[in-house]
């Protein structure tokens, strides 16, 4: 085959893996520092779960799990991986959180960790490399196919704006209230590969628009689209990247269990993606989402209705109850739905952590206790 067909590798449909960006943070004003390579030269003497690797930045960290099929043992895994970190931060006075922006580090001091793809990033992008330092979840699930892959990909734009509503927890940033709940995904915004897929349907199709775009030289590989939702083919997944890193492990595996559940019921119920209009509302929705988070509103595409997002998530969480059942995802949805009917996601609860404590460095210092216990 000619180098740049990339072939769709089968997995096992509706598996599951999850991969959470964490801050680093000292523990004297808790703002972020850079510890990704003292606590991976430590980590890397030590067995764990998982993968434990580098972000863009120094004063950031990527956990990986392996490929699950329920809901439980992936919350089991990432609790695992979560209590090495802690321990071995503990051991260097480093402390860790959940969160999609620390609420006032500067990014001009942050610094690129050094790799060649991350020195290549910031060679490109320049000052948006340094401001990239949000900290995200993604989710992967598994697909028979490249077609399947492509159809979710569309089928979940209808639903993207609860994962950015549910997960979202950077409310602060630069020392500012942003008066979004979600204003990670600002940043994202910035690289011209990022929003959402072309409307492909078939495979065949997506490898002749890969081919272009390569030809052009504006991309390489996968990495370089910045999608909202991407297919993975290496993986044969799916890749869900519009979340904020949760406050918990415990909300994190129930994103996790959530898509997975959401993606047995798209693949069951197939409603035909006959036209790009499903695009029409998507960046409405969005921008509803991560200003206003589960206070939000969302129009459904294919209905044209305007829906109370956290009752929209309420309703669909629970229409998923026989898919949960099936896959072992009950608690993931019963946790959906609680978070959803209280309206209480991460956001809010960093706006009353404030609130009571006083001040930005204190409500890291309650994230980070949260992450470590939650």
Known sequence: MADHVIEFTRSEPLTMGVELELQILNNRDHNLVRGASDLLARIEKKKHPGDIKPEITESMIEISTVVHTRHDPLLAELRAIRDVLVDNGDRLNLSLCGGGAHPFQQWSERRIYDTPRFRHVSEL????AKQFTVFG????????????????????SRYIPHFIALSAASPFY??????????????????????RA????????????FAKMRGFGIVESMKDFYWDIRPKPEYGTIEIRVCDTPLTIADAAALAGYAQALCHHLLESRRELASEDIYLVYNYNRFQACRFGLEGELIDPHTRER???SKDIVGTAGRLGRNGETLGADAALERVIRIAATKENGAR????ALKSAGSLPDVVRLQSEKWRSG
């Not at 992008?125 to 948006?128: D, I, Q, S």
């Not at 630069?174 to 929003?195: C, I, K």
């Not at 072309?198 to 628009?209: E, G, M, R, T």
Request: hydrophobic share 40%.
């Open 198 to 209: 072309p409307f492909l349907q078939k495979w065949d199709d997506f490898q002749a628009y």
């Open 307 to 309: 829906l109370a997002l």
């Open 125 to 128: 992008y320049g000052y948006l």
């Open 174 to 195: 630069q020392g500012e209230d942003t008066a979004f709940d979600s204003s990670r995904l600002t940043a994202v915004n910035a690289f011209p590969l990022s929003g």
């Open 349 to 352: 609860w960093m706006r009353n």
């Open 137 to 156: 979840q993604h989710i992967h699930i598994g697909c028979a196919n490249g077609d399947d892959a492509l159809y979710l990909t569309h089928a979940l």
